[in-house]
């Protein structure tokens, strides 16, 4: 029995058996390795189930993880796995939760996730979105109390596949990491923004980004020996820039753990005051709108849970300019594209190509993690009972 009550060995020996036929990779540079994504995701499903997941949520939680390590976001990744089981075990998200209905119409529901999985809440209230959309030309759904909803950019995926056009503001409920433009006290989360448009049978043009200048988990990377966040990524108290994951977390030498609660210091809003205000807009959409709180104290409750709210509005192209959208668009990207380079190595990308392309390039040839990293996922695993699969710590 694992520490929550739930058999884990049917799980593990299918993991351990799709696991064993995927071996590291050779010539890693020093202090990382890759996997392969069909392997990781399955030890990361069986630490999930062991951990108390049923099984079609460890699978969609270790889907999803993965799935942003592909697409190089990797501050939204399998980085998370320890965090992710802590606030599990400690009931501040909750595992086989679904959707409760506070408020519809036709067009528009506001809806609770029980503080359920974010991989397993943030689905359904897409799915709820993309139906509506279908029946009305246009929808909007209010999410409120959902675990960590991982890459808003997911979801904006998830309903162009659909044909509909998306725009997400997320917030996050006592999630204060980021000061506001002009001050050092935090203020914000990181309040990420996303917007899907559908250009099938090509891929869809997807932009999905924090309002900070990187995102948490980017500094959370960083400290465990990834690549450096920018020089003016954070502020400390005196208004000096930082680009050290101490400014966040505090002491981190000696110690898998990251609380971004510790630090003294904040994330710094991208754009000035322009990520700064549409920072407070997202507080104020996915935050007050939905009724699921702020990062602030305002409607703060007992405690100190932290969730998701997402503020998300679904357009059917049909009830526009259907017939000419679609090739306007596309010959729009192409003229965009066709602007002369700045470098003479340079390139101009559309929205979503740079994930589209990494995630080509880590399908084939594995996705990399920091050593430290996949410590701290091997410590979380081994914390459950789950045995440690067949790869190598380092190269």
């Known amino acids: 029995m694992n520490p929550l009550g739930k058999t884990k060995e049917s799980v593990l020996s299918q993991a351990e058996n799709a696991l064993a036929a995927a071996p590291a990779m050779p010539d890693l540079p020093e202090g990382a390795l890759t996997i392969g994504a069909d392997a990781l995701t399955a030890f990361i499903a069986a630490i999930f189930r062991a951990a108390g997941c049923d099984a079609p949520e460890a699978g969609r939680i270790a889907a999803s993880l993965v799935s942003a390590n592909l697409t190089g976001h990797d501050s939204h990744g399998v980085v998370r796995v320890p965090r992710y089981v802590h606030v599990l075990g400690l009931g501040q998200v909750r595992a086989g939760q679904t959707l409760t209905i506070v408020s519809e119409t036709p067009a528009h529901a506001l809806v609770d996730g029980n503080f359920g999985f974010g991989q397993t809440i943030a689905p359904l209230a897409v799915d709820l979105g993309i139906a509506k959309a279908k029946n009305t030309g246009i929808a909007v759904i209010g999410l409120r ?6 890459r808003i950019g997911e979801w904006a995926e998830r309903a162009a596949e659909a044909g509909l056009i998306s725009i997400h503001f997320a917030n996050v409920f006592n999630g204060e ?4 433009f002009g001050g050092v006290d935090r203020r914000f989360s990181t309040n990420p923004f996303s917007v899907g448009v559908p250009l099938t049978p090509d891929p869809p043009l997807l932009l999905d980004f924090a309002t900070s200048v990187v995102a948490e988990g980017k500094v959370l990377v960083a400290s465990n020996g990834g690549k450096s966040v ?3 990524a954070m502020i400390e108290p005196d208004g000096r820039f930082s680009s050290d994951p101490r400014t966040i977390y505090g002491p981190i030498e000696g110690t898998h753990e990251r609380n971004p609660g510790a630090g003294l210091g904040a994330l710094r809003a991208f ?4 990520g700064s205000g549409l920072a407070f807009m997202c507080e104020i959409l996915a935050g007050c709108l939905t009724a699921g709180g702020t990062s ?5 409750g007992p405690g100190r849970r932290i969730a998701n709210g997402m503020l998300s509005i679904y357009i059917a192209p049909g009830g526009f300019a259907s017939e000419t959208f679609a090739q306007a668009a596309r010959d729009y990207a192409a003229y965009v594209k066709a602007s002369r380079p700045a470098l003479p190595v340079g390139e101009v990308l ?3 190509e740079p994930e589209r ?8 040839n594995g996705v990399p993690l920091q050593a430290r990293t996949w410590e701290a996922i091997l410590a979380t695993a081994r914390s459950l009972g789950v045995p440690a699969p067949p790869f190598p710590l380092s190269p």
């Open 145 to 150: 109390n959902a675990g960590h909803v991982g």
């Open 177 to 180: 990491l980021v000061a506001p």
């Open 230 to 232: 920018p020089d003016d």
């Open 271 to 274: 754009g000035g005051h322009k």
């Open 296 to 300: 602030g104290p305002a409607l703060r």
């Open 350 to 352: 559309l929205p979503g």
């Open 357 to 364: 392309r990494t995630r080509a390039e880590r399908l084939k």
